[in-house]
């Protein structure tokens, strides 16, 4: 069993940046594909970043292409969700997501076999 923790969330003007944090439990995190979705008002989950564990690749949603970066810190059991230049339609709830096993992950929820509770993101404009 992997616990997924989320952190970071909040209220920020559009034009701003958040950091969320993703601290998962276990020993394997290097081996855990590790990926970002969000869900906003009234709307589906939906696909924002994917980072496999077997490579330094990173993969983004067309929505957040330039402004969001993925990272992982291996030694802090920990990925992150850099946000720059939020704008209002970036509000939602935001979940992180490990595939393991071996698995890269990709943009599909069912590619993740564990899941965190989220965290509210929410841009004012």
């Known amino acids: 069993q992997v616990q997924l923790v989320e952190s970071g969330g909040g209220l920020v003007q559009a034009g701003g940046s958040l950091r969320l944090s993703c601290e998962a439990s276990g020993r394997a995190f290097s081996t855990y594909s590790m990926g970002w979705f969000r869900q906003g008002p009234g709307k589906e989950r939906e696909f924002v970043a994917a980072?496999?564990?077997?490579?330094?690749?990173?993969y983004y949603a067309d929505s957040v292409k330039g402004r969001f970066t993925i990272s992982r810190d291996n030694a802090k059991n920990t990925a992150y969700l850099q946000m720059n230049s939020l704008k209002p339609e970036d509000t939602a709830v935001y979940y992180c997501?490990?595939?393991?096993?071996?698995?890269?992950?990709?943009?599909?929820?069912?590619?993740?076999?564990?899941w965190g509770q989220g965290t509210q993101v929410t841009v004012s404009s």
């Open positions: 997501a490990a595939a393991l096993f071996g698995r890269p992950g990709g943009t599909s929820n069912h590619e993740y076999d564990y």
């Open positions: 980072m496999p564990w077997s490579s330094s690749s990173t």
